[in-house]
């Protein structure tokens, strides 16, 4: 039976505070600075589980058995080859165009590739496949443009170790994998984030997973989402040094600029996040020898706090824990779409559990039944 009853419209500017649906994945607390997977502190599992796991929660909304995260393990590993027009796609593509660019046209066009599109029941099995196989576009385009060769697909490697295999060609540090599993893991969903929701209003009009992904990368590509955190560590190079900070950033507020890194529509106090990714940062900067990147971007917080009451968010220090990884800055936020892909997978599953189209309304500023003037009578 469709509503007869009058809607009452509503308009807040971007979609602010309204409530776009219900979801059982992630709570993100803004007031409080919190967030929860499935009911599940991201603290305990940041602390307690694997990439895989969260996946699994992710996708199946509990956490696994033992055999059932070996099956999903087996399930993915097996799932890393691409199909040879993709790598034909990476080696004729301009190599200017960034990983974002080749990894959204790559997953549209793996869609050509996969008649299982043609079953809707098949979503899920789509979805693991996004998973399994966005690792290896990124991995294997950004190769293709650098002229390196291509690393064999193993199936002895976890996700993270995987990725690290592909992209660097030589056998992954456990100590960096276990960086990247824990960047995935926070990384993994964020409620009805900007690439979230587009992917969900995608699959609401009942097309197919790699639609939804599509628009899913494109919509994180942006400076205001995913992209910042490439945006970040090209601020911080061009501020260079400590001593140049203060400066840099009032010259930035002055002129009504944005701090790459810093504010949310939802968090009111910290990211709950970006501590964790501070602690890995301060750690692996050190590591490398290279700790002033941590020490400028800890001072762009205090006074982006202090000046705008604004904090760090994901994609803030996150940029710190891939550049001390040696990952090209080209690729940071390629990587948070690899981390990405299994929120999104469930949640365009959970919106076809219940779905309804996404339809709003506009807002109309224009004129108001003008005069038509035929053109011929204007001469
Ligand atoms: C994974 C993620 O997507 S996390 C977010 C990644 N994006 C960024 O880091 C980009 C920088 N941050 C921003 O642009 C914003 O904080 C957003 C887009 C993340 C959230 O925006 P909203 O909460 O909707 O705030 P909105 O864009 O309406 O801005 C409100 C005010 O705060 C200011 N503001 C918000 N963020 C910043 C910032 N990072 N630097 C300077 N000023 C800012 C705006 O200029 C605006 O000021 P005004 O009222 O004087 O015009
Ligand atoms: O929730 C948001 O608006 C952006 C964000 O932090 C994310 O997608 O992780």
Redesign the pocket.
């Known amino acids: 039976m469709p509503d007869t009853e009058p809607i009452k419209p509503i308009f807040t500017k ?1 979609l ?1 505070g309204v409530i776009a649906n219900e979801s059982e994945l992630s709570d993100v607390r803004g007031e409080e600075g919190r967030l929860l997977y499935v009911g599940y502190e991201i603290e305990d599992l940041v602390e307690l589980c694997s990439h895989e796991e969260i996946i699994f929660l992710l996708l199946n909304k509990r956490l696994p058995t033992v055999e059932e995260l070996a099956g999903l393990q087996q399930r993915l590993r097996n799932d890393r080859d691409l199909p040879q027009p993709i790598l034909d796609f990476f080696k004729t593509a301009t190599k200017s165009a960034r990983p974002m660019s080749a990894l959204r046209t790559a997953v549209s066009m793996l869609g050509m590739y996969d008649d299982r599109t043609k079953d809707p029941s098949q979503m899920k099995e789509i979805g693991l496949s996004l998973i399994a196989k966005i690792p290896v576009m990124v991995a294997y385009y950004h190769r293709i443009c650098e002229g390196l060769d291509l690393p064999p697909i193993r199936t002895d490697l976890d996700e993270a170790s995987h990725f690290l295999w592909l992209l660097k060609g030589t056998e992954p540090d456990p100590n960096e994998a276990e960086i990247l599993d824990t960047s995935f893991i926070l990384h993994a969903d964020h409620g009805m ?2 690439s979230t929701f587009a992917a969900r209003v995608t699959i609401s009009t009942l097309t197919d997973m790699y639609s939804a992904i599509t628009t899913a990368i494109g919509t994180l590509k942006g ?4 992209g ?1 955190n490439e945006a970040v560590i090209d601020m911080l190079k061009e501020i260079g040094e400590e001593e140049n900070v203060e400066s840099y950033i009032d010259g930035k ?1 002055e002129r ?1 600029e ?8 939802v968090y009111r106090t910290l990211d709950p996040r970006a501590p964790h990714l501070r602690r890995i940062a301060i750690r692996n900067c050190q590591h490398i020898g290279e700790p002033k990147w941590i020490r400028m971007s800890d001072k762009i917080a205090k006074i ?1 706090r202090e000046r ?1 009451k ?1 904090n760090a ?3 803030f220090y996150s940029a710190s824990v891939y550049y001390s990884l040696g990952i090209p800055t080209k690729l940071f936020t390629a990587i948070f779409a690899i981390a990405r892909s299994s929120g999104w997978v469930a949640q365009l599953l959970e919106q076809l559990e219940d779905n309804t189209i996404y339809r709003p309304l506009t807002k109309y500023t224009g004129p108001s039944e003008p005069m038509f003037v035929p053109m011929i009578d204007m001469r």
């Open positions: 971007g602010k984030n900007a400076p205001l989402h995913g910042a507020l009504k944005r701090i790459m890194g810093m504010g949310h529509r982006v705008k604004l968010n994901v994609d």
